[in-house]
């Protein structure tokens, strides 16, 4: 049988987030626009709506009210407790990343307003080794869920992630069991969980806390599933249907409530903190 | 017959050892049998004593190794399955039921692989869908409702990767079941008995003590699978680095703090004695069980989320952003 592919399976540098340069090619409808022009409409195709993936850091430009940030860990970075080598170091990998992103690891997290609104907010950074969750994204989003518990603060996570990070084994693999963990105290507090799914949610993410919100968000035509689709593919030995994964697939089949694009997100998140937040 | 090419010499003798005792004057042979079986005996620990991580995870698919109802048969009294999650349907590959062990009355849940080809293939080979672990999860809080203490048996390669089950929200599935496992409020133990498959194993595997069986493997995903994405292929050489690297043997997870325990198994893996590989599980699950029962339900909630919240290898840096 084949083997069961916990990471997103496919290669990531082709829909990466959007490079260099002064005119960027949409994937989606391969029109060439001016980054200007797709900057100011949120980094979303004005001519197809495609939704681009975005780093943790415009992630919350985009979402909070300006210069209301206060991140939390910001300095916390990861080890390598397995010292753990493929065709390249571990520690290797991370330098790179770092070099190349500016960013510790993969998930921003801390305070914000949202259209006023105090929140506690999470964000994850495709652009680190494709949002893989090891130990340090496990621990601040653990720490950023604990810090909503002790203040009552309403807790928004935007996933974006390949999956658990294959680089450190069993340390990635509990902290799927630790932030659930997290999010059960949390639950029993009464606070209120708003998971935000952007392209791609996939494996260890999608199975842990993403998929506990008590309202779950998905961007437009988002990738959003527990194994990658080359994997489904290789187990089943048929092809999958249009429109496989995607967030109005995980609408339709009840496991998203509500499809929000990314220029209305602020306000849907304000609208249900003034529902359900304390 | 399945054969591990390492076992080839151990079987040879075994092979020689049935032949000799098949013999009418057996009884002629009897220096010569003893001598025999204390080859096989040395070459047995020497193998065993060796093996690779890879090895290692291909003693813990053997076919013979015994699977969740083996270990029912060998260990329990009184099992009844309690079929179904209420919503869609039974998934075979994960069973449930009361019964007791030793002193204790329980609640088991487990994964199963399948004995025979039919079975396999129901259990899709110990790889469960989400009904699968909503059941799992309606038979534990069953539990919890009576203050039955919960055993979690995990032998699985993954949770199943289809459309039907990422219809059903595989995802969800696993995810509710680490968040409610967390807050039971009766002891839970769990063991990984033969596979440990990442999500799929985790979704029954929050405890308050997690063992693994000596030649059991528990990790984030499978060496092929690792294999297959660092290496761009799985094959003997990239599955035995990756099985390496992962870390995945049951020393290697007590050694980093993931696990509480290894039950040692018989000379030669369980498959070999399953009846010795049970009395030390049943051991073991009596004991941490007995112990736990004696915490107030609040204390041990408290002392199981401080088990996971513990687990994570972080530093720190500070660097001037470019
Ligand atoms: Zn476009």
């Given at each position: 049988?084949?083997?069961?592919?916990?990471?997103?399976?496919?290669?990531?540098?082709?829909?990466?987030?959007?490079?260099?340069?002064?005119?960027?090619?949409?994937?989606?409808?391969?029109?060439?626009?001016?980054?200007?022009?797709?900057e100011v409409n949120l980094m979303v195709c004005?001519?197809?709506?495609?939704?681009?993936?975005?780093?943790?850091?415009?992630?919350?430009?985009?979402?909070?009210?300006?210069?209301?940030?206060?991140?939390?860990?910001?300095?916390?970075?990861?080890?390598?407790?397995?010292?753990?080598?493929?065709?390249?170091?571990?520690?290797?990998?991370?330098?790179?990343?770092?070099?190349?992103?500016?960013?510790?690891?993969?998930?921003?997290?801390?305070?914000?307003?949202?259209?006023?609104?105090?929140?506690?907010?999470?964000?994850?950074?495709?652009?680190?080794?494709?949002?893989?969750?090891?130990?340090?994204?496990?621990?601040?989003?653990?720490?950023?869920?604990?810090?909503?518990?002790?203040?009552d603060l309403p807790l928004i996570i935007v996933?974006?992630?390949?999956?658990?990070?294959?680089?450190?084994?069993?340390?990635?693999?509990?902290?799927?069991?630790?932030?659930?963990?997290?999010?059960?105290?949390?639950?029993?507090?009464?606070?209120?969980?708003?998971?935000?799914?952007?392209?791609?949610?996939?494996?260890?993410?999608?199975?842990?806390?993403?998929?506990?919100?008590?309202?779950?968000?998905?961007?437009?035509?988002?990738?959003?599933?527990?194994?990658?689709?080359?994997?489904?593919?290789?187990?089943?030995?048929?092809?999958?249907?249009?429109?496989?994964?995607?967030?109005?697939?995980?609408?339709?089949?009840?496991?998203?409530?509500?499809?929000?694009?990314?220029?209305?997100?602020?306000?849907?998140?304000?609208?249900?903190?003034?529902?359900?937040?304390? | 017959?399945?054969?591990?090419?390492?076992?080839?010499?151990?079987?040879?003798?075994?092979?020689?050892?049935?032949?000799?005792?098949?013999?009418?004057?057996?009884?002629?042979?009897?220096?010569?049998?003893?001598?025999?079986?204390?080859?096989?005996?040395?070459?047995?620990?020497?193998?065993?004593?060796?093996?690779?991580?890879?090895?290692?995870?291909?003693?813990?698919?053997?076919?013979?190794?015994?699977?969740?109802?083996?270990?029912?048969?060998?260990?329990?009294?009184?099992?009844?399955?309690?079929?179904?999650?209420?919503?869609?349907?039974?998934?075979?590959?994960?069973?449930?039921?009361?019964?007791?062990?030793?002193?204790?009355?329980?609640?088991?849940?487990?994964?199963?692989?399948?004995?025979?080809?039919?079975?396999?293939?129901?259990?899709?080979?110990?790889?469960?869908?989400?009904?699968?672990?909503?059941?799992?999860?309606?038979?534990?809080?069953?539990?919890?409702?009576?203050?039955?203490?919960?055993?979690?048996?995990?032998?699985?390669?993954?949770?199943y990767p289809g459309i039907g089950s990422e219809?059903?929200?595989?995802?969800?599935?696993?995810?509710?079941?680490?968040?409610?496992?967390?807050?039971?409020?009766?002891?839970?133990?769990?063991?990984?008995?033969?596979?440990?498959?990442?999500?799929?194993?985790?979704?029954?595997?929050?405890?308050?003590?997690?063992?693994?069986?000596?030649?059991?493997?528990?990790?984030?995903?499978?060496?092929?699978?690792?294999?297959?994405?660092?290496?761009?292929?799985?094959?003997?050489?990239?599955?035995?680095?990756?099985?390496?690297?992962?870390?995945?043997?049951?020393?290697?997870?007590?050694?980093?703090?993931?696990?509480?325990?290894?039950?040692?198994?018989?000379?030669?893996?369980?498959?070999?004695?399953?009846?010795?590989?049970?009395?030390?599980?049943?051991?073991?699950?009596?004991?941490?069980?007995?112990?736990?029962?004696?915490?107030?339900?609040?204390?041990?909630?408290?002392?199981?989320?401080?088990?996971?919240?513990?687990?994570?290898?972080?530093?720190?840096?500070?660097?001037?952003?470019?």
């Open positions: 049988m084949s083997a069961i592919t916990w990471d997103l399976d496919e290669p990531i540098t082709d829909k990466r987030a959007v490079k260099e340069g002064q005119w960027v090619q949409c994937p989606a409808c391969s029109e060439t626009v001016f980054r200007r022009a797709l004005p001519k197809c709506d495609h939704h681009h993936r975005i780093s943790g850091r415009l992630r919350v430009e985009q979402l909070v009210d300006t210069g209301t940030f206060e991140p939390i860990n910001a300095h916390m970075a990861p080890m390598d407790p397995l010292v753990f080598t493929d065709t390249k170091p571990y520690l290797q990998r991370i330098a790179d990343a770092q070099a190349s992103t500016g960013e510790n690891d993969g998930v921003q997290t801390g305070t914000a307003y949202v259209k006023g609104r105090r929140i506690m907010l999470a964000a994850m950074d495709f652009t680190f080794m494709a949002g893989s969750m090891g130990s340090v994204v496990g621990e601040k989003i653990t720490h950023a869920i604990e810090h909503a518990t002790d203040h996933s974006c992630s390949g999956g658990a990070r294959m680089q450190e084994s069993g340390f990635s693999l509990m902290q799927m069991a630790k932030t659930s963990a997290a999010l059960a105290r949390f639950d029993r507090a009464g606070g209120l969980f708003i998971s935000v799914l952007a392209d791609p949610t996939t494996g260890g993410v999608t199975a842990s806390f993403a998929m506990l919100g008590d309202v779950i968000i998905a961007e437009p035509r988002a990738l959003v599933g527990f194994a990658g689709p080359r994997v489904i593919k290789q187990t089943i030995r048929q092809d999958l249907p249009d429109g496989f994964q995607t967030s109005e697939f995980l609408l339709k089949s009840g496991f998203v409530d509500r499809i929000v694009h990314r220029a209305n997100l602020r306000t849907e998140i304000a609208r249900l903190v003034d529902y359900a937040g304390k | 017959m399945f054969q591990l090419d390492f076992e080839q010499p151990i079987l040879e003798i075994e092979h020689q050892i049935e032949s000799m005792e098949a013999r009418p004057d057996a009884a002629r042979w009897a220096d010569e049998l003893a001598a025999l079986r204390a080859t096989r005996g040395s070459l047995i620990e020497k193998t065993y004593s060796g093996l690779t991580p890879w090895q290692t995870v291909r003693v813990a698919r053997h076919p013979q190794r015994p699977q969740t109802l083996d270990y029912v048969d060998l260990m329990c009294r009184d099992f009844g399955q309690l079929h179904g999650d209420r919503r869609f349907g039974d998934d075979p590959a994960i069973v449930c039921g009361f019964c007791r062990i030793g002193p204790l009355k329980v609640m088991l849940v487990g994964h199963q692989k399948g004995r025979t080809t039919p079975e396999r293939v129901a259990c899709h080979f110990g790889c469960a869908h989400p009904e699968g672990y909503r059941k799992a999860l309606l038979k534990m809080k069953l539990a919890e409702k009576f203050g039955v203490p919960i055993v979690t048996l995990i032998d699985t390669p993954g949770a219809q059903r929200g595989q995802a969800e599935a696993i995810a509710y079941n680490l968040r409610e496992m967390s807050g039971l409020r009766v002891p839970v133990v769990c063991i990984v008995i033969g596979e440990g498959g990442s999500g799929g194993a985790l979704g029954i595997g929050v405890g308050d003590r997690v063992a693994m069986m000596r030649y059991s493997w528990y990790s984030v995903i499978s060496p092929e699978g690792c294999a297959a994405i660092l290496f761009k292929e799985a094959n003997e050489k990239t599955n035995t680095h990756a099985a390496q690297a992962l870390a995945l043997t049951a020393a290697d997870n007590a050694r980093n703090g993931l696990v509480d325990a290894v039950i040692e198994e018989p000379n030669g893996g369980a498959h070999r004695d399953p009846r010795s590989a049970a009395d030390r599980m049943q051991q073991w699950i009596v004991s941490n069980l007995q112990e736990l029962q004696r915490i107030d339900p609040d204390t041990l909630v408290r002392l199981r989320f401080e088990r996971f919240r513990r687990i994570g290898a972080v530093g720190q840096r500070i660097a001037p952003r470019s």
